[in-house]
């Protein structure tokens, strides 16, 4: 068993070669790759052995593992989750107490320098760290312990990759991020509240295919995901450039599917794949819902200003500018458009080709 490749796993589990080549086409998809690239992707990631994966869950909801594990049931996604040695896991694991500890610290000697670390959850500092432990360890200690024998590192959810919720204003815990810790280990950053289950998958399969990390913007994340902004990838953008805005969450404009803009959607400044990959299968997200985006992937969007208020109105002064709002809104809105623009060109720019040579290395 512990020769099987993946691929041979999820033969087991009754994947079809047929499901596993769909799976790898939508996976190039995801990871911004040509079509013709879908068969090297497939041939790399059927060869790869199970890896060792710990997961160290910290100051956190359990938001992240739930939508990885309820998004789809069952889902190929979920096999490829079976299918790594995901030794670890405080929520997902049968092992409890001292056993549970036992068997984090068999597999980190066993796959020292080689396992990969996934982490959600903030770390707590102040005070010695005393506001988050496990098994009497702080949640300090634990991190910088098996990071050391990490081959690689990825900060699960907003909380891991920024500090997320606990790191709001007035930060009581003293929460930081994965990376103010650990400076020595490369590190992925997947935030969302919770991330993209899609995605979470999408960058462990161009882990196992390359075996390096994926081409990463300036706050850690994977360009292929991160790269464009919700509002770009919005299918209410074309209502925002004619100058359309839903006033209230029931009038007509809302019902036709009118930019969310004025109702405090923070798409134009965040970066994240929901516009596209969508959640549950791809049923819906949360702007397709009449809900705007309230900026979760981004760092301090607890701190950001009201989730209702329009990026364009000040955070401390609401009133009067209903009156203001349209002319206010369209010129804010053309000053971020350019500048998510410049933004995307940036990143189209910083983008490297890819070769079959690089499924190799």
Not at 199 to 212: E, K, S
Not at 244 to 271: I, S, V
Not at 329 to 349: D, F, P, T, V
């Amino acid at each position: 068993m512990a020769d099987e490749t993946m691929l041979d796993i999820l033969k087991r589990r009754g994947v079809s070669r047929r499901g596993f080549l769909k799976f790898c086409a939508a996976t190039t998809s995801l990871l911004a790759l040509p079509p013709s690239m879908a068969a090297a992707v497939a041939e790399s990631l059927g060869r790869v052995r199970r890896p060792a994966v710990i997961w160290l869950s910290f100051q956190e909801c359990t938001g992240c593992t739930e939508s990885l594990t309820r998004a789809h049931s069952p889902s190929i996604e979920s096999l490829i989750f079976d299918a790594i040695s995901l030794d670890y896991h405080h929520t997902l694991q049968a092992a409890s107490g001292h056993a549970a500890e036992e068997a984090r610290e068999h597999s980190m000697k066993a796959d020292w320098g080689n396992y990969l670390l996934i982490v959600d959850g903030s770390i707590p500092l102040k005070d010695g760290g005393v506001y988050s432990t496990i098994a009497g360890i702080s949640n300090l200690a634990m991190l910088q312990e098996a990071a050391a024998g990490a081959a690689a590192i990825v900060a699960i959810g907003t909380c891991a990759a920024y500090g997320g919720l606990p790191h709001a204003q007035p930060n009581p815990t003293g929460a930081v991020a994965v990376s103010d810790i650990v400076k020595d280990k490369p590190i992925i950053n997947v935030p969302g509240c919770p991330p993209v289950p899609a995605v979470m998958v999408g960058v462990l399969a161009h882990y196992l295919t390359f075996g390096t990390l994926p081409d990463l913007d300036d706050l850690g994340r994977p360009r292929a995901f991160y790269g464009e902004s919700i509002h770009d990838r919005c299918y209410r953008r074309p209502f925002y450039d004619q100058g359309k805005f839903a006033k209230t969450f029931d009038d007509a404009g809302a019902r036709d599917g009118w930019c969310l803009f004025e109702l405090g959607c923070k798409g134009p400044t965040t970066h994240n794949a929901c516009a596209t990959t969508k959640w549950n299968g791809g049923t819906s997200w949360p702007v397709q819902s009449g809900h705007g985006c309230i900026g979760c992937s981004e760092p301090d969007f607890w701190d950001a200003g009201g989730f209702y208020k329009a990026l364009s109105t000040p955070v401390n002064s609401v009133s009067g500018a209903a009156t203001a709002a349209v002319a206010a809104g369209a010129a804010a809105g053309i000053a971020i458009g350019l500048a998510n623009r410049q933004r995307k060109a940036r990143a189209r720019a910083g983008h490297q080709t890819v070769t079959i040579a690089d499924l190799e290395k």
